[in-house]
């Protein structure tokens, strides 16, 4: 099935077509098959402009392609007609307003063998939400998008809003997820699947533009994940964020320090978020976390940027803004457009922030 859409307003021609499916190989591929799968695609991959990551775990495979959508389609097509593998099921299909992957031709984890190359806006009580979390997670490790969408509806029918169910329904979900995962309850891809399950379902919490946006004129922002980190949950709930509060959104998913920092000389943006995982406690991540914001800052000395910096570290105060040298921390996703509006707004006319 075709992967273009209707696009339409200013700007709508940087947006790309983007698929993720999951589907199991007729016969599980040995590493030298695998890495020549990986070498081929990444040669086709680049001739068309697609970037993209696979996921590879016993004959199982999670794939994310983004790009043109007439390429998008062509390769698409293409992986349906593969017969080394078979029971494709595609996980979300839409347009994006910017690419996730663009440092990587085709990225690839496999497991067996490592890595190749605010409050709520409604009246009530939190614990309403917060109920409906191992539901969501089941839903989600099941890849049931149906009843995840249908469930998120109900709450929006009752009066919910985006914040607030990004804040105590979506973060709590993943945290959940990953404590499964830690309790060896479910496979490294089936964690990968289920927060991409609930990637999808933070796009229909912010269909709206928000009316918290504290200006008009635009802001722009860098999104990206600490370089390596496969997890890219928190940084898409801040796009739709960021695009409904008025922000230009770029968001990457860097290899290296030295990808992020290309990547902040060339956009030049006035924020930088840099993620790690929302699901898992990357403890040992915060000393390169520490360097990666260093270096981020040194990208653009002559210039004022803000950085901030999330994940599940974060949400649970486990680690400060100050221990990794940022600017702000976010404890979760809900307010922190209007957090760093703030913060830019301060470092533009030479303020203090009074709650440094």
């Known amino acids: 099935m075709p992967v273009q859409a209707e696009r339409s307003g200013a700007g709508s021609d940087k947006w790309v077509a983007s698929i993720t499916y999951r589907s199991e190989a007729v016969r599980p591929p040995s590493v030298s098959e695998l890495q020549q799968l990986v070498a081929a695609s990444r040669a086709r991959n680049r001739s068309v402009g697609i970037t993209g990551m696979l996921l590879h775990d016993g004959g199982r495979f999670l794939q994310t392609l983004e790009g043109p959508p007439e390429a998008v389609d062509q390769i698409w097509s293409s992986i349906q007609q593969d017969r080394r593998h078979g029971a494709i099921e595609v ?10 992957f663009s440092e990587w031709d085709l990225r690839l984890y496999d497991r067996s063998g490592g890595q190749a190359k605010a ?16 539901a969501m997670a089941r839903f989600a490790l099941a890849g049931d998008d149906s009843r995840l969408n249908a469930l998120i509806a109900d709450l929006v029918a009752d009066g919910w809003v985006g914040d607030a169910l990004v804040q105590h329904l979506l973060e709590p979900t993943a945290r959940l997820l990953g404590d499964t995962w830690l309790a060896d309850d479910c496979t490294e891809l089936d964690l990968t699947i289920a927060l991409s399950m609930l990637q999808l379902a933070g796009h229909t919490v912010h269909s709206q533009p928000s009316p918290d946006s504290i200006r008009k004129s635009r802001y722009s922002v860098l999104l990206a994940t600490a370089p390596g980190e496969p997890h890219i949950l928190g940084s898409t709930l801040l796009g739709d964020m960021f695009i409904n509060a008025g922000w230009d959104v770029d968001m990457v998913s860097p290899e290296s320090d030295e990808a992020l920092t290309r990547q902040l000389r060339s956009q030049r943006p006035d924020a930088v978020d840099i993620a790690l995982s929302d699901a898992l406690p990357r403890q040992h991540a915060l000393a390169l976390l520490r360097e990666t914001v260093e270096k981020a800052r040194h990208a653009l000395p002559n210039e004022v940027i803000v950085v901030s910096v999330g994940g599940r570290l974060f949400a649970e105060a486990a680690a400060t803004a100050l221990s990794v040298g940022a600017d702000h921390a976010r404890r979760t996703a809900a307010g922190t457009t209007i957090r760093l ?12 922030d009074p709650d440094a």
Request: charged share 20%; proline share 11%; no cysteine.
């Open 119 to 134: 409050a709520p806006s409604r009246p009530g009580n939190a614990i309403a939400l917060t109920d409906h979390v191992p």
């Open 91 to 100: 996980l979300s299909q839409h347009i994006i307003p910017a690419r996730l």
């Open 341 to 352: 509006a703030r913060l830019v707004e301060q470092r533009a006319s030479g303020t203090r």
